[in-house]
């Protein structure tokens, strides 16, 4: 029941409800228990949480941040909070550590950063990594009155991460090697294929014909068979010098990147029929043996996707010469794909070319997007980053 307390001025015509006592003691009992259960919550967390005010003292830490630290909470509460993370005497700063409490207070909005964090367990100084995100207190005017720090340790993530980004580093510098002794056994077995077959073939030639003038007149069936066999040698040489070319075009050595595209156009697209746009773009400079082999046989592999399963009639290929940077651009009007299904789909010979695309581009530190729907046609953007090192004069 509430008492009805009347204001002794006559002016006031209404009156004021006040709580009882046991009202007022069951709402602190109230509030007593919400404050008990949400520091249990507050504690239960493994991660550290932190309350910190605009001096950067603490003015409230979870059970975490005691347990991990090895300290009494009279110890924390008033301490710094760089004191008790990080055992520093002042304020973290760059470049050591971006500090996500002093953003929260400049900008008024959550913040995150990645620290380490010294610890001493059982004598021994531990570096951790911790993941720390910054959130504003406000009040009901949106004033920031304090700030949360949520710290979690992430080191074995870290390390794991290490480890993976170190096994990729192998691997990429293994691909490397293997793709640089691929290209050198290609050249190997083109100069043989050069130097000794088809200078067999060619004798062989020169021999048939030579045979076939010392045949008398009479022997008009040997005449032809001979002939026959003249022309057969000669279609083996034309294929041993494709089969050259395809190994290890000596264009790319001796005249550079732009002129072994070119031969790539007009022996592959122009040939089937394809009405090919080619323009070099800048002033050409030679590259290093890796980054012009590279960047010759992605293109090799764009226009044999073109060939063999684009179905364009129109190709435009932009190969662009830049302070720093080479740009190739193989764009055609076919019938697309989706390119997420070709990649992922390893048993689809497209979408192994197109990983072994990817990952030629990045063993030279260079960017590869595809862009294709299925009846959209195809564009590929590939972009070398290179320095003066990876010129030739």
Same mark, same amino acid.
């Given at each position: 029941?509430?008492?009805?307390?009347?204001? /002794?001025?006559?002016?006031?015509?209404?009156?004021?409800?006040?709580?009882?006592?046991?009202?007022?003691?069951?709402?602190?009992?109230?509030?007593?228990?919400?404050?008990?259960?949400?520091?249990?919550?507050?504690?239960?967390?493994?991660?550290?949480? *932190?309350?910190?005010?605009?001096?950067?003292?603490?003015?409230?830490?979870?059970?975490?941040?005691?347990?991990?630290?090895?300290?009494?909470?009279?110890?924390?509460?008033?301490?710094?909070?760089?004191?008790?993370?990080?055992?520093?005497?002042?304020?973290?700063?760059?470049?050591?550590?971006?500090?996500?409490?002093?953003?929260?207070?400049?900008?008024?909005?959550?913040?995150?950063?990645?620290?380490?964090?010294?610890?001493?367990?059982? #004598?021994?100084?531990?570096?951790?990594?911790?993941?720390?995100? =910054?959130?504003?207190?406000?009040?009901?005017?949106?004033?920031?009155?304090?700030?949360?720090?949520?710290?979690? &340790?992430?080191?074995? @993530?870290?390390?794991?991460?290490?480890?993976?980004?170190?096994?990729?580093?192998? *691997? +990429?510098?293994?691909? =490397?090697?293997?793709?640089?002794?691929?290209?050198?056994?290609?050249?190997?077995? !083109?100069?043989? *294929?050069?130097?000794?077959?088809?200078?067999?073939?060619?004798?062989?030639? !020169?021999?048939?014909?030579?045979?076939?003038?010392?045949?008398?007149?009479?022997?008009?069936?040997?005449?032809?068979?001979?002939?026959?066999?003249?022309?057969?040698?000669?279609?083996?040489? &034309?294929?041993?010098?494709?089969?050259?070319?395809?190994?290890?075009?000596?264009?790319?050595?001796?005249?550079?990147?732009?002129?072994?595209?070119?031969?790539?156009?007009?022996?592959?697209?122009?040939? =089937? #029929?394809?009405?090919?746009?080619?323009?070099?773009?800048?002033?050409?400079? +030679?590259?290093?043996?890796?980054?012009?082999?590279?960047?010759?046989?992605?293109?090799?592999? =764009?226009?044999?996707?073109?060939?063999?399963?684009?179905?364009?009639? +129109?190709?435009?290929?932009?190969?662009?010469?830049? /302070?720093?940077?080479? /740009?190739? @651009?193989? /764009?055609?009007?076919?019938?697309?794909? &989706?390119?997420?299904?070709?990649?992922?789909?390893?048993?689809?010979? @497209?979408?192994?070319?197109?990983?072994?695309?990817?990952?030629?581009?990045?063993?030279?530190?260079?960017?590869?997007?595809?862009?294709?729907?299925?009846?959209?046609?195809?564009?590929?953007?590939?972009?070398?980053?290179?320095?003066?090192?990876?010129?030739?004069?």
């Amino acid at each position: 029941m509430k008492r009805k307390v009347v204001p /002794k001025s006559t002016s006031v015509s209404r009156s004021i409800d006040l709580p009882t006592t046991n009202e007022t003691s069951e709402s602190l009992k109230k509030m007593e228990n919400s404050n008990r259960y949400l520091h249990a919550v507050i504690d239960s967390l493994e991660d550290e949480l *932190l309350v910190v005010n605009k001096d950067y003292h603490i003015v409230q830490a979870n059970d975490a941040v005691l347990r991990n630290r090895g300290k009494h909470r009279q110890e924390v509460i008033g301490s710094y909070c760089y004191e008790v993370s990080h055992n520093l005497v002042r304020r973290c700063n760059l470049p050591l550590h971006e500090c996500p409490i002093r953003v929260v207070w400049e900008t008024g909005r959550s913040a995150q950063a990645t620290h380490i964090h010294v610890f001493h367990a059982e #004598g021994k100084r531990q570096e951790r990594y911790i993941n720390i995100i =910054a959130s504003p207190v406000t009040d009901d005017r949106g004033n920031v009155i304090a700030v949360t720090e949520l710290m979690r &340790d992430v080191t074995d @993530r870290k390390e794991a991460e290490d480890q993976l980004e170190s096994s990729r580093e192998q *691997l +990429r510098s293994l691909s =490397a090697h293997l793709e640089s002794v691929r290209e050198e056994e290609r050249k190997k077995i !083109a100069h043989d *294929l050069h130097d000794e077959t088809s200078q067999l073939i060619a004798s062989l030639t !020169a021999l048939l014909e030579a045979a076939v003038s010392k045949l008398p007149t009479s022997a008009s069936q040997s005449r032809v068979l001979l002939n026959e066999a003249q022309e057969l040698s000669i279609q083996i040489l &034309d294929q041993i010098h494709k089969l050259i070319y395809q190994l290890r075009p000596t264009i790319i050595d001796d005249f550079g990147l732009a002129a072994a595209i070119r031969w790539l156009v007009e022996s592959n697209l122009e040939v =089937a #029929g394809f009405k090919v746009n080619l323009k070099v773009i800048g002033q050409e400079i +030679r590259l290093t043996p890796e980054l012009e082999t590279a960047l010759f046989r992605v293109t090799q592999e =764009a226009i044999s996707n073109i060939v063999r399963h684009a179905h364009a009639k +129109r190709v435009n290929i932009r190969l662009y010469f830049r /302070k720093r940077v080479i /740009k190739l @651009r193989v /764009k055609d009007d076919g019938c697309g794909f &989706d390119v997420n299904e070709a990649i992922t789909s390893k048993d689809r010979p @497209r979408g192994l070319g197109l990983l072994g695309m990817k990952e030629r581009v990045e063993l030279i530190n260079g960017t590869m997007n595809i862009r294709s729907r299925p009846g959209g046609g195809t564009e590929i953007d590939i972009d070398i980053p290179f320095n003066c090192e990876a010129t030739i004069e």
